[in-house]
């Protein structure tokens, strides 16, 4: 979770604390109100509706942390009742200022038409205005909840590479394939993130034919990318020793695959997509024995 995303959480309950601990003052007001249009509007309307949207608010961040959706609808929906539970207190004050207004209208023209179209105008502008910067609002937090986790994930996968070198020194292979592959998956989320492409889920099979469809990676590395995938299947799961030569044939590979989709980003943004997979295949060509073309390279044999 990122410290902007428990920066609103923390606030929203910070605002529930303060509702809550105004009660008893609400509750004096008892049926206290203003008439509009033929409708009393009391002033615990506002206490109760805030809290009402609070609560929505904290609902929908805690859906959205329990499913493998990361910034989802739940998130998004949940940053536009924010948005709204903040504007809300100045648009009913607003409301209530368009009452006043409305009286004075009738008063200077001695028509009460005029004051009831004065009183509609005030108020659906105020409303309108409210929903208007309320979804500008939730836009913006909406990116900067996606710039942060960009940012987190881009950290998240240098240190898993990072780890999966010092335990290659350390001698265990097996956490070797974990962490590195760990890496693989930050950098996936993070480009996928970045380019704004719905992710259903963040597991592992999923993730690699999503960012294959998206463009993220090249078709032919797409066969390497499965078989590191099994590799770390079989380095957790599997009773196979994990050795040292698969650590490092895996740790390579890892270097070798991040660096793929980096490209292949960079590579398109300036027009040059198909480039990426021809330099690929050179390097491969010289680093190991010629394949047939779109075969996965072989994990080493004990």
């Known amino acids: 979770m990122s410290d902007f995303a428990k920066a609103k959480i923390v606030f929203a309950?910070?605002?529930?604390?303060?509702?809550?601990a105004i009660h008893s003052v609400v509750r004096d007001f008892e049926d206290a109100g203003f008439s509009f249009f033929g409708t009393v509007l009391q002033f615990r309307m506002i206490y109760f509706l805030m809290l009402g949207l609070l609560g929505c608010v904290i609902y929908f961040y805690a859906i959205d942390f329990i499913t493998d959706n990361p910034l989802g609808l739940a998130h998004r929906v949940g940053n536009?009742?924010?948005?709204?539970?903040?504007?809300?207190?100045?648009?009913?004050?607003?409301?209530?200022l368009s009452i006043k207004v409305a009286e004075?209208?009738?008063?200077?023209?001695?028509?009460?038409?005029?004051?009831?179209?004065?009183?509609?105008?005030?108020t659906s502008i105020a409303a309108g205005a409210g929903l208007l910067i309320a979804k500008l609002a939730s836009a913006h937090m909406n990116r900067r909840d996606r710039a942060d986790n960009v940012d987190r994930l881009?950290?998240?996968?240098?240190?898993?590479?990072?780890?999966?070198?010092?335990?290659?020194?350390?001698?265990?292979?097996?956490?070797?394939?974990?962490e590195?592959?760990?890496?693989?998956?930050?950098?996936?989320q993070r480009t996928l993130l970045d380019d704004e492409v719905h992710v259903s889920s963040t597991r592992s099979n999923q993730l690699i034919p999503i960012a294959a469809r998206a463009g993220i990676i090249p078709e032919n590395c797409v066969g390497i990318f499965h078989e590191l995938r099994i590799a770390r299947n079989r380095a957790v799961?599997?009773?196979?020793?994990?050795?040292?030569?698969?650590?490092?044939?895996?740790?390579?590979?890892?270097?070798?695959?991040?660096?793929?989709?980096?490209?292949?980003?960079?590579?398109?943004?300036d027009g040059q997509f198909a480039e990426v997979a021809s330099s690929f295949e050179e390097k491969e060509r010289h680093d190991s024995p010629p394949q047939r073309e779109g075969d996965p390279v072989p994990m080493p044999q004990n």
Do not use: N
């Not at 590195?180 to 996936?188: A, N, P, T």
């Open 80 to 96: 536009l009742f924010y948005a709204i539970s903040l504007l809300f207190p100045p648009v009913f004050a607003i409301v209530a």
């Open 154 to 178: 881009a950290f998240q996968s240098k240190a898993h590479l990072q780890r999966a070198e010092e335990l290659m020194d350390a001698g265990h292979y097996d956490l070797v394939a974990l």
């Open 180 to 188: 590195g592959y760990r890496c693989i998956e930050s950098v996936l």
């Open 237 to 269: 799961h599997s009773r196979d020793e994990f050795t040292d030569k698969d650590a490092s044939w895996f740790l390579d590979a890892t270097r070798r695959m991040v660096g793929t989709v980096r490209a292949t980003r960079k590579k398109e943004q």
């Open 104 to 122: 004075g209208v009738v008063w200077i023209s001695s028509s009460p038409l005029a004051g009831e179209i004065s009183k509609l105008a005030l």
């Open 13 to 20: 309950l910070a605002l529930i604390a303060v509702l809550f």
